[in-house]
């Protein structure tokens, strides 16, 4: 019995500790230990505890002390340490793989990115330049002291849980092992599509420091995270949560059909999103290019130039585009029930005006759009949101099980 009360009680810890972490990582700027027991409910000698703990293991650091007021000691802020705790993100994509490691305040510690069309590319040939290119890093942040608690890799596919990528159609992959890779195994690699990992990454405080950067969201908040590539990406976010569904699949708005007899879509259905507002789809409608060429980011800059300057080919694709996206939105946010669509990828580039032009055809397709608050917003983490989530999904990993890292002692 009193093998199973020590347990019991390094849980309570280890749970205290996140909580304490999470609170941190959420506010919008330091916090003193009176502070930080107040918002968690702990006691203000439980708090001193676990502060000692996380100071003394380097995760949160003492700033300079304040007088509150003229009575009583000196206030001494606590604030998320830089440094020694990383996580690494990995992304493989039809335009290029690469990484970056953030460490809890949300610095980049380092990051490079190779432009590549992996387009058929052999699985096993892409991970090996994938493993090529971090490794060098990995082995410098040990020399650095830092402590690698976790890694991310973002995939254009559906992963199951048990990490396989079932499929990944603009890869040409089908029923790829993910474990049978080395770099996998040696980094303990967590898998999971793009868009889940991008949408991760637009939430505040969720595994780095939220800092005073305003959002459109709240850390617990809920939304749908729309984000057009060659394809269409989708993540249902509920209280703070990527909604993945009994096998990992949630969110895959890019093939709800908006016209049965629209056309064929790569997953072999007709009429679905990702044929008329995917970035090739695009780009093909517009007589731009076709085939392979189509999935070129240069095609789509130069969608987009075309559109600016009211070529009719352009401006119509881009038009059929937003229509299909406004249905769409519509149908999964009658079904979600959210009010907030953050729309990212290729979309970004057209700004605030096709923001707010959707967020008005949304609010008239939804159920409830008189009562919802309707908004349609670019996100607040746009540059590469995919690889940063997948460096984020490490980070959680020490969050979530500090004890798991540190000395409890």
């Known amino acids: 019995m009193a093998g199973l009360r020590r347990i019991n009680q390094e849980d309570l810890r280890n749970h205290n500790l996140s909580v304490v972490l999470d609170t941190l990582l959420q506010s919008s700027g330091p916090l ?5 027991a107040k918002a968690t409910g702990l006691t203000k000698a439980t708090m001193s505890l676990l502060a000692s703990m996380l100071i003394d293991n380097h995760v949160v650091v003492e700033g300079e002390a304040a007088m509150q007021s003229s009575y009583g000691r000196p206030s001494t802020p606590l604030a998320v340490a830089p440094g020694t705790w990383a996580g690494i993100g990995l992304q493989i994509n039809t335009d290029g793989y690469g990484y970056i490691v953030l460490d809890l305040t949300g610095r980049v510690v380092a990051q490079e990115w190779m432009d590549a069309s992996l387009n058929g590319c052999d699985p096993e040939e892409a991970f090996d330049r994938l493993d090529a290119l971090v490794g060098p890093t990995e082995r410098e942040l040990k020399g650095l002291g830092y402590h690698v608690v976790g890694t991310g890799l973002a995939l254009p596919g559906l992963v199951t849980d048990d990490q396989r990528l079932l499929s990944a159609p603009n890869l040409d992959w089908d029923m790829v092992d993910l474990r049978e890779f080395d770099l996998v195994d040696r980094l303990h690699v967590t898998a999971d599509n793009e868009a889940n990992l991008a949408a991760l990454a637009q939430i505040p405080g969720y595994a780095t420091c939220r800092g005073g950067q305003p959002s459109p969201i709240d850390a617990g908040g809920s939304f749908l995270y729309v984000s ?13 949560r990527v909604v993945t569904g009994d ?70 694709a881009i038009d059929r585009a937003v229509q299909a996206l406004g249905s769409a939105i519509s149908s999964t946010i009658n079904l979600m029930d959210s009010q907030t669509v953050i729309l990212g990828g290729f979309w970004q580039h057209f700004g605030d ?17 008189r009562e919802l608050a309707m908004q349609v917003v670019m996100p607040p983490v746009g540059e590469r949101p995919a ?12 969050i979530d099980n500090p004890l798991g890292y540190i000395a409890a002692e």
């Not at 709800?256 to 007709?270: I, K």
């Not at 690889?387 to 020490?398: K, W």
């Open 353 to 369: 005006d096709l923001a707010e032009r959707l967020t008005k055809t949304v609010a008239k397709q939804v159920l409830a759009g």
């Open 228 to 240: 057009t590539d060659v394809g269409i990406g989708g993540a249902l976010v509920r209280d703070g």
């Open 247 to 316: 096998h990992g699949f949630g969110g895959e708005i890019g093939h709800l059909s908006v016209a049965l007899d629209g056309p064929a879509c790569r997953c072999g259905r007709r009429g679905c999103l990702e044929a008329y507002a995917g970035r090739r789809a695009m780009v093909e409608a517009a007589g731009i290019a076709s085939g392979e060429s189509a999935a070129r980011p240069g095609a789509a800059i130069e969608l987009y130039e075309r559109w600016r300057a009211g070529d009719e080919a352009a401006v119509e």
């Open 32 to 36: 003193s230990r009176a502070e930080l």
């Open 387 to 398: 690889l940063r989530g997948a460096a984020e999904v490490g980070l959680r990993r020490f």
